[in-house]
């Protein structure tokens, strides 16, 4: 496959992560009925359904009733082909690609799903524990023990932190749901990239946190999904945070 094949690929990708991220959390089926406007419930055309474009070409709103449509679509759609697009330059085999790429995918419907519905799926994350682990036996950079340890490592520290901060403060903070998506992020990326993900995102929530509170005034209680962050981390991994942890480890060891 070429570049644009696989850019192409990446935006019909995101066309159907659009369905999984609207339909899963209303329990409803991803494959029927086809797609339609929530609002009068006229069936999208093809010529309706191109990623991006017919967004652009309608203007975003529905041909039938005028209903806006969300700038979600075309972003996730763009996002899941730039990650497919990465991916694909950086891989060593087809294989390699399109496990991280089903990685990558989860993700974003991950994410989107978690921003708007403050959920995580399990339909999701627990398979994707599984996969991952599966797919450990065939990826050149990281182990089946590998592996493992990123699943204990991930969810155990979720629930460490869990426990804790309840302890402390008698009020839940992270959900169950990161503590499946952790281990899931550590089954395809090992323990490293369970803590990165954890590390670089406690750091990139803390910041917004922090500039929402300034800000806008946010009180120090209001609750932030913590699930997109997670998956920021994990993408951050797959991006080079693999060489920056490899190089502060060395640093340790030579201390």
Known sequence: MGPVL????????????????????????????????????RRITWKD???????????????????????????VELLTACFSLYLFSVSSSLVEYSIYFVFAASLIAISFIDLQHRIIPNQIS??????????????????????????????????????????????????????????????????KGAVFSLVAGALAGSVLGLTL?????????????FGPFLSLGAAGFLCGGERLVDWYLSILRQG
């Open 126 to 191: 627990i398979p994707g524990i599984f996969l991952g682990f599966l797919a450990s036996f065939l990826l050149p950079r990281i182990t089946w023990a590998d592996s493992l340890m990123g699943i204990l490592f991930g969810g155990g520290i979720i629930y460490l932190v869990i426990a804790v901060y309840y302890l402390f403060t008698r009020r839940e903070g992270m959900g169950g749901g990161d503590l499946k998506l952790l281990a899931m992020i550590g089954a395809f990326l090992g323990w």
């Open 213 to 225: 509170m300034l800000v806008r005034g946010w009180s120090r209680r209001a609750q932030i999904p």
């Open 49 to 75: 359904n191109i990623p991006v474009i017919s967004f652009l070409f309608l203007r975003g709103r529905c041909r039938f009733c005028g209903e806006g449509i969300s700038f979600r679509y075309p972003l």
């Open 6 to 41: 696989v850019f192409i690929f990446g935006l019909i990708v995101g066309s159907f992560l659009n369905v999984c991220i609207h339909r899963i959390p209303r329990s409803e089926s991803i494959l029927f009925p086809p797609s339609h406007c929530p609002r009068c419930s």
